[in-house]
């Protein structure tokens, strides 16, 4: 029999094969820190493809050395400079270029930071020209489509090493004592602060840091903007909770809204409480919560230290939310709502008590007892005590159950020594109510078990009704369809269009119109 | 007929046996999953309270309670889509509208969405005044709601009603979806332009040309990529609508405009709907546009788009007009593909090698050689295992051409490296191939090439592997009968029940599962069952109840006689064995073979 020789990228041939991990082979997974290995690259965006042909950069003198008359025509021209963009991922490509470039700009960060009187107004165009044909790009798909934000590293900007001197410059040149808004504002517009606000979904932290930054001044500065900036924000949150659940920049975002909403005026604005009820609380639901958490938090708490009144929105938007499944969201959520409670009002407090406590129980029944722990901790926190005490006619009636139950059947020893403590607590708060509880106990579940009979004899009873009605229903359908078909004979619609003449406001027509 | 529904209503005046309080205690009822399970048996309900009074008091109660948990809230938005025959008929549908027209303002996107589709679904249960009368006033009411969430169930519902009204309320129609295509937020700008196509489809010739040409030429230059990307998809419709000649003055700007977007999703959306579009736009115009418009796609600087044009390579081919098709790829696409194929992305390369087998057929045989040949064989080197085995998957298409023959020698070697890859999915993925390869390679070739390979899977490391291999075994003795497994498989299945290691032993029982039937009697009585029933002293309990299992399972290949003879007392024995999983399985087999 004929053998066939193996060509020489056999796999025997240890030479060729690629080679395979041994921590691989195992499983036959990849493990995470290897995958994370490879995503350590850095992607630039497709704005090269549209640069036609790359012009020559011939150093110009150094601005220092200019003399006062020239000063603004040269820095005018190494602003120009500045806009020729070069390829970052090609490492060697025209390094001479690169490095004119990277002067130029920190010559430039260098003068609008350190001398008065340079920004004069024709500047101003150049300036934010340079910016724009910088910064303003189409962000490149994420090289990792399941980017987790937690767990893998990111993808940094290729040309960072311009892109930072860029948005260096672009910050100083905001607070510059000689910064005037009434000429920014015909350069930096709603389109301009649009496309800034794109920019950041960038994977690149470092990026979204200067864009934090620089949003914040420009919202400080150029009041006229104030409004729209709002506006596109909560389109920007919008699309992220009810459309894409992806967008990096959502904690640097809620970072600036911390202390846009810190200057408030009061009465709140319409327009700012229904950004807290119908974005800010909805964020609670995004799959990457954990991310922004803290800073989310943090605008809902400002939100209620301005103005108490929010109180109950924001907890039963909370309750409403509430994660079903994800353990690790709950201890979140029961996070934020201890650092609400810390600054409730008592009479807000007793507002929400009745449905804020029923969750409180049932997290306290959670299996999971870090979420069960996270919630008796509650009973730690001195301010809620009080507001326990205070209302402990109501809250205990609502949590005793739970807790009697949960103290017998808890896996988690931690948890148990807990819950007795918090029985403790009530037992010295109110005794009377305690031991009556306690009593009462075994007849509320039976209670319980006899409502749980009565609903499945009336869904049994409904359910029999259903079986003989649907019979003679789809009876009655089989006929209806039958009539209802002539409908559409070309009689009957001529019938319809004469009625229609006569009186168009004419009633809707029956079936026991169609004798015709 | 009037009387026969109202006589329905009569019927069912149970009304001591069902308050109507009851049933909305348990729609309220405080646990969400009561009140959920409730809602999804909010027809029973109905049933129970009939025609009348589900109008009157249970649908006013859901229209004013509408404050619940999404979960809750989508249930009820289903299920009104199916009530017209619980209101009383399509008379009575528009009684549903005020509960929907809540829901589709909801927050919550699959709640709206869902409450759109019930909306779009009872429209067509409306008479023609019905819809006037009711529908179309609700669907100007969301198209002006304050809230953007109404505005973009708005866009959904100008279509199922536009056909079916009157020119005065067309014209309005058409004005609504203007300004909701112009609105302020980028949320309703997507919904709009994501039903354009579907609003041109139903609008007369005259109004595409005057309104929706316009309004598609704002929204594929909208500020927001995400807008642009979506008019791209209505472009495939708007063409389609069209006459020839007005597509280049019309269409083609726009398209050309989005083929060449500075976003890489808008060009990726066109390079991913590339032959829709090219059937849309007709021979002529793909020919002077699409065709360069496609080598640029498939040269992008990103990835996404490559990938995504890459796809296309074969559709695009296929359709392009016979007459000088092959003159084209030749010149415009082969080039562009030969370049794809070292491209820098994985992605890429996979994605062209799903589809480069196609192109053979539309080739011929001699191009086949000559110029696909060696991209086939340079992918089946490739570093990427999806890129191989992409390739692999393929293999039917070259066959019909010049078959499989000319690429065995680099076939063989590409397959070995699958097999042995040490992603198991991978080695998983090249087992579902081989009955196929088998066939196509002959006999003669597997048992030279292959055989070795299926038969080491039999050990693999991996539960999955083993088990596609034992699956893969029976395929092959149907495809190469009874008489080539017993010469060359069944000796080396049997040999395994002697091996040291008790997994091993197990996949030979397994192995014997599958192959039994395929295998007939003789062989089975002959050679298996001795095998089987010695492996019932095997030391090791799951290697003794799998006997249990497997004399379950071949009994019915075989006779009597061996049943009663050799397989009871085994299977007895079995059955007091001191391993109560053992003793379950025995005494399983033993029932169903009725052997007791």
């Not at chain 2, 696409?333 to 194929?341: A, N, T």
Request: hydrophobic content about 40%; aromatic content about 8%.
């Amino acid at each position: 029999m004929e053998t066939t020789k193996l060509p020489p990228s056999s796999p025997s041939s240890p030479t060729t094969s690629f080679s395979v991990p041994s921590a691989e082979k195992v499983d036959g997974f990849p493990r995470r820190s290897m995958r994370r290995a490879r995503q350590r690259r850095s992607h630039s965006s497709s704005q090269f493809r549209y640069q036609s042909s790359q012009v020559e950069l011939t150093p110009l003198p150094l601005l220092k050395d200019a003399p006062v008359a020239e000063l603004h025509d040269l820095f005018c021209k190494k602003l120009q400079q500045c806009c020729v963009l070069f390829d970052f991922l090609d490492c060697v490509a025209d390094l001479k270029g690169k490095e004119i470039k990277r002067a130029a700009l920190n010559e430039l960060v260098e003068s609008v930071a350190t001398s008065r009187g340079v920004l004069i107004e024709p500047l101003y165009p150049e300036a934010i020209k340079m910016i724009s044909v910088n910064i303003f790009r189409t962000l490149p798909p994420s090289e990792n489509p399941e980017f987790d934000p937690e767990e893998d590293e990111p993808t940094l900007e290729a040309s960072w090493p311009h892109l930072q001197l860029v948005y260096e410059f672009f910050l100083r040149f905001l607070e510059s004592p000689d910064f005037q808004p009434s000429m920014a504002k015909r350069y930096v517009d709603q389109k301009f602060v649009l496309q800034l606000l794109e920019l950041f979904d960038s994977e690149d932290p470092r990026e979204r840091e200067y864009l934090k930054t620089i949003l914040h001044r420009v919202y400080g500065k150029l009041l006229g903007l104030r409004a729209y900036i709002r506006k596109q924000i909560n389109n920007i949150f919008l699309r992220f909770i009810y459309e894409t659940e992806h967008f990096n920049g959502v904690a640097e975002l809620l970072e600036i809204l911390g202390s846009i909403i810190n200057g408030f005026a009061l009465p709140l604005k319409a327009e700012h409480k229904q950004f807290l009820v119908r974005v800010l609380i909805p964020l609670h639901t995004a799959k990457s919560l954990s991310i922004f958490h803290a800073q989310l938090a943090y605008c809902v708490v400002q939100f209620m230290e301005k103005d108490a009144t929010v109180t109950e929105y924001i907890i039963r938007g909370l309750l409403k939310y509430w994660p079903k499944t994800c353990t690790q969201k709950e201890v979140m959520f029961l996070g934020e709502i201890e650092e609400i409670l810390d600054v409730i009002e008592p009479s807000q407090f007793i507002r929400v008590q009745e449905p804020l406590f029923k969750q409180i129980a049932a997290c306290i029944s959670s299996p999971h007892f870090q979420v069960a722990e996270r919630a008796l901790y509650f009973w730690n926190n001195e301010y809620i005590l009080s507001l326990i005490e205070e209302n402990c006619q109501v809250i205990l009636p609502l949590v005793f159950a739970t807790l009697y139950r949960v103290s017998k059947e808890h896996w988690n020893q931690t948890i148990v020594s807990l819950i007795y403590n918090v029985l403790k607590t009530f037992m010295e708060m109110n005794s009377k109510l305690f031991d009556d509880l306690t009593a009462s106990y075994k007849v509320e579940k039976q209670k319980e078990l006899k409502r749980e009979r009565e609903r499945a004899e009336l869904w049994r009873g409904l359910e029999e009704h259903q079986e003989r009605r649907m019979q003679m229903l789809t009876e009655a359908a089989r006929n209806h369809k039958r009539v209802y078909s002539r409908l559409a004979s070309p009689r009957w619609q001529l019938f319809v269009k004469r009625r229609q003449l006569c009186d168009p406001r004419s009633k809707p027509y029956l079936l026991s119109d169609l004798s015709v | 007929l009037e009387g026969s529904i109202s006589k329905m209503a009569g019927a069912d005046g149970d009304d001591s046996l069902y308050p109507i309080a009851v049933l909305i205690d348990e729609l309220r009822n405080e646990d969400v999953q009561l009140r959920l399970n409730s809602i999804k048996k909010l027809s029973t309900i109905a049933l129970a309270l009939g025609v009348e009074r589900t109008r009157t008091e249970l649908l006013p109660f859901l229209t004013d309670t509408i404050y619940d948990e999404d979960e809750v809230l989508l249930a009820l938005a289903e299920q009104l889509g199916n009530f017209t025959m619980l209101v009383g008929g399509p008379e009575y549908v528009h009684c549903l509208l005020p509960p929907l027209e809540s829901l589709a303002t909801v927050e919550e996107t699959v709640v709206r969405d869902k409450a759109v589709e019930s909306l779009r679904k009872i429209s067509q249960e409306h008479s023609p005044v019905d819809l006037e009368v009711h529908f179309e006033p609700l669907v100007k009411r969301l198209a002006s709601g304050d809230w953007f969430t109404s505005r973009t169930s708005a866009c959904g519902l100008f279509s199922v009603c536009y056909p079916r009204v009157s020119s005065t309320v067309k014209a309005e129609i058409r004005q609504h979806f203007r300004t909701l295509c112009s609105d302020d937020t980028p949320m309703v700008r997507r919904a709009a332009a994501s039903k354009l196509g579907e609003f041109a489809k139903v609008l007369e010739l005259d109004y595409v040309k005057s309104d929706i040409i316009s309004l598609f030429t704002a929204l594929a230059s909208d500020e927001q990529d995400s807008v642009r990307l979506l008019a791209v998809e209505a472009c495939v419709s708007i063409a389609t609508l069209l006459p020839q000649e007005d597509l280049e003055t019309l269409v083609m700007p726009t398209l050309r405009q989005a083929a060449e977007d500075k976003s890489w999703r808008v060009r990726y959306m066109v390079a991913d709907k590339f032959s829709e579009l090219q059937k849309a736009v007709g021979p002529e115009i793909t020919k002077n546009d699409l065709v360069p418009a496609f080598q640029n796609l498939l040269k992008d600087c990103e990835a996404e788009v490559r990938a995504a044009a890459a796809n296309k390579v074969k559709e695009f081919c296929e359709n392009l007009p016979e007459d000088n098709r092959e003159q084209i790829i030749m010149t415009h696409i082969l080039p562009c593909v030969k370049e794809l194929v070292s491209d820098t992305n994985q992605h890429v390369k996979s994605a062209l090698a799903s589809v480069i087998m196609g192109l053979s057929t539309i080739l011929g045989k001699d191009n086949t050689i000559e110029h696909l040949l060696p991209l086939f064989l340079a992918q089946l080197k490739d570093e990427c295992p999806e890129v191989r085995l992409n390739i692999i998957s393929n293999l039917d298409c070259v066959n019909e051409v010049i078959g499989i023959r000319q690429l065995s020698q680099s076939l063989l070697p590409a397959i070995v490296e699958l097999a042995e890859d040490a992603k198991w999915r991978v080695r998983l993925a090249i087992i579902e191939y081989m009955p196929l390869l088998a066939g196509q390679l002959g006999v003669e070739f597997f048992d030279e090439k292959l055989n070795t390979l299926c038969m080491a899977w039999l050990i693999d490391h991996v539960y999955a592997i083993r088990e596609a291999a034992t699956c893969n075994l029976m395929k092959l003795v149907e495809k190469f009968g009874a008489e080539w497994a017993q010469n060359t498989i069944v000796p080396k299945v049997l040999g395994m029940a002697n091996d040291p290691n008790y997994l091993h032993r197990m996949t030979t029982l397994f192995c014997i599962n599958a192959l039994s039937e395929a295998c007939g009697q003789e062989i089975t009585t002959k050679q298996m069952l001795p095998v089987v029933l010695k492996m019932s002293n095997d030391q090791v309990a799951n290697v003794r109840f799998n006997v249990a299992k497997s004399l379950q399972k071949i009994g019915p290949v075989l006779d009597s006689n061996a049943l009663q003879t050799e397989v009871k007392p085994v299977l007895e024995k079995l059955a007091t064995d001191t391993d109560m999983d053992v003793k379950y399985f025995a005494q399983e087999a033993i029932s169903v073979l009725a052997l007791a």
